[in-house]
């Protein structure tokens, strides 16, 4: 399958569902584990935060060499955004799916930077790294403002996720 044109393709159908085509299992697993962090942590759409902790709950090989990197355990990590981010009086039932209309703006534009940033790197399917990645360099980063709050730059976190990137087996 040609890698399509990036100008012309969009990581979502126009019905609003995720194209699954462009996702590697890894990351499509990470998308689903964050639907059920968002609903553990009472949100009613997914965030990035969710995103993130989707990435921790299944880790490849390259989240892992990365937590590794920062001398991290990720089920820790995991559970300290869990608590960080858990709303006591939020939606305990919110229904949630990988559909547009479920996801912020900010996860929207995630998903869509990972897109362009797999397309860059010669991929047709964004991988868990490429999640990580533009989530660490996305404006704003709620995320790499958690880090860098305990003393670790989101330049830090990025060129540690750069070099677990190319260590890891491709997904």
């Known amino acids: 399958m040609p890698i399509p044109d990036d100008t012309a393709s969009d990581i979502f ?4 569902r995720i194209c699954g ?5 890894t990351s499509l697993a990470a998308l689903h584990e964050s639907l059920k962090q968002a609903r553990e942590t009472h949100w009613d759409s997914v965030r990035s935060p969710h995103v993130f ?3 921790l709950a ?32 939020g939606d305990k039932d919110a229904v949630l799916m990988l559909n547009r209309e479920f996801l912020s ?15 860059a790197n010669d991929r047709r399917q964004i991988s868990a790294m490429d999640l990580l990645i533009s989530m660490l360099t996305a404006p704003n980063s ?11 730059t989101a330049a830090k976190l990025t060129e540690l996720a750069v070099i677990a990137e190319h260590q890891a087996p491709p997904t």
């Open 13 to 16: 159908l126009p019905d609003g």
């Open 21 to 25: 085509e462009y996702l590697s299992a």
């Open 53 to 55: 902790m989707g990435l």
């Open 58 to 89: 299944n880790p490849d090989a390259g989240i892992r060499n990365w937590g590794q990197r920062l001398d991290e355990d990720l089920s820790h990590m995991l559970g300290q955004f869990q608590e960080l981010f858990r709303q006591e009086d």
């Open 105 to 119: 703006d900010n996860v929207i534009r995630l998903l869509r930077d990972s897109y362009q940033r797999a397309i």
């Open 142 to 152: 709620i995320v790499a403002e958690c880090f860098e709050r305990i003393g670790i």
